[in-house]
């Protein structure tokens, strides 16, 4: 978890799951709220990070050796924790970030297989052993996700293309963070409507503000 001033929620999960809409909605409450609210993204949230994210994702650049995609993601985030999150926690705003250091154990680590191990190290070389203090998982099963991904039309990406065997032990990845760190995570069930799942996410952002507010206050002299 942080210990900087400010509190940095994640938003992960498969794709398809629609945390992209949800970081909206969660952003425009906290926003109308008065709250100084940082919506950002990985890979990119920077000039450097989305050059890099351009590179990653475009199919045209497949197949992508998994060390050479571990690298470009690893050093895409180094420059967003630098850059963006850790100055904004440090100033105490409430960052929202669409994908963080659990979509790399998802996707590299359960996904590519890349050594638990190496994505431990990488982590700390990138962030600075800087941790969410809550994680938000939508859930779903990854043959419903990109079903969803589908009816947007347009070109899937690099990512998105991959084998629903990919996917599915991407999602296993993720649950298996969840299980292992249950104080962080908390798994949102993705099947239900936009509505209901706004109201679960809203809920659990809430109560971890109103704790992050009381300790804030109890740490004042």
């Known amino acids: 978890m942080t210990s900087l001033p400010g509190f940095f929620i994640t938003f992960e999960g498969i794709e398809g799951g629609g945390k992209t809409t949800q970081i909206r909605r969660v952003a425009d409450r906290l926003s109308s709220m008065g709250v100084d609210v940082l919506v950002t993204r990985e890979p990119g949230g920077d000039p450097l990070a989305e050059s890099i994210r351009r590179l990653l994702l475009d199919p045209a650049n497949a197949p992508v050796a998994p060390a050479a995609e571990l690298l470009l993601y690893a050093a895409a985030r180094a420059q967003h924790v630098a850059r963006v999150i850790r100055p904004a926690l440090e100033s105490g705003r409430v960052v929202l970030c669409d994908r963080y250091s659990d979509s790399t154990d998802a996707y590299q680590g359960g996904g590519r297989g890349v050594d638990p191990e190496m994505l431990r190290t990488l982590h700390r070389l990138a962030t600075g052993d800087l941790k969410p203090?809550?994680?938000?998982?939508?859930?779903?099963?990854?043959?419903?996700?990109?079903?969803?991904?589908?009816?947007?039309?347009?070109?899937?990406?690099?990512?998105?293309?991959?084998?629903?065997?990919?996917?599915?032990?991407?999602?296993?990845?993720?649950l298996n963070a969840a299980r292992r760190e249950p104080e962080r995570f908390r798994v949102i069930d993705a099947r239900r409507n936009v509505d209901a799942v706004t109201d679960v996410v809203w809920a659990e952002v809430q109560t971890a503000l109103e704790k992050w507010k009381i300790g804030r206050r109890e740490a004042c002299p």
């Open 133 to 174: 203090d809550l994680t938000l998982l939508f859930d779903l099963d990854p043959e419903e996700g990109l079903a969803r991904i589908g009816t947007r039309g347009g070109e899937k990406d690099r990512m998105e293309g991959e084998t629903l065997a990919f996917h599915r032990s991407v999602r296993e990845a993720f």
